[in-house]
DNA sequence: CGACTGCTTTGCA
DNA sequence: TGCAAAGCAGTCG
């Protein structure tokens, strides 16, 4: 299977998906710009969630990762639309610590569909992808209409 | 500021 | 393989 990068207004994200299942999401710097996805269905609702139309992606999906990363990929998908959470707050639920939890969010593979822009730092935005996608993180958290 | 945190990754044997 | 050391999208004092 091939991997695939779509547009999107803030940045391509290219697309990998196995046996049927999206396994990673993530921004790339490729200038590719021809858009050979082979599921028309992901292509359409990742347009439809960057207008604002869509709240959820509806799509089957696999993730792989420590048990450690699964527990808190899936305290991050709890989070509602709309809303925010601190690192902090997290750990607390899965009690371990907002160290640990930034780490697991990092290695996340599935960037936008576990909704890590939606967890910031207590007293700043924190980061994303090393920092210098904070831009990324706040035309996110714009989108959902955030701030 | 600095100390501390929990977990992953990296390095080196 | 194994274990120690470093390194993080943080937070508290």
């Not at 969630?49 to 990363?69: L, S």
């Not at 371990?96 to 990092?106: E, F, H, L, N, Y």
């Not at 909704?115 to 935005?125: D, Q």
């Amino acid at each position: 299977m091939k991997d695939t990068i779509v547009q999107t207004p803030i940045g391509n994200l290219e697309i990998k998906i196995r046996k049927g299942k999206l396994t990673r999401l993530s921004w790339t710097k490729k200038a590719k710009t021809e858009l050979k996805i082979e599921s028309k269905k992901i292509n359409r609702q990742l347009i439809q969630y960057f207008k604002g139309d869509r709240k959820k992606i509806d799509f089957p999906i696999t993730a792989n990762g420590t048990p450690f990363q699964k527990k808190v990929w899936k305290a991050i998908s709890s989070i509602k639309y709309g809303k925010t959470t601190t690192y902090g707050d997290i750990a607390k639920k899965i009690s371990s610590s907002p160290r640990a939890v930034g780490q697991a969010a990092k290695r996340n593979p599935l960037l936008i569909l576990i909704p890590c822009h939606r967890v910031v730092a207590k007293n700043s935005l924190g980061g994303f992808l090393g920092k210098c996608g904070v831009r990324k993180k706040e035309r996110l958290l714009r989108i959902e209409k955030i701030n």
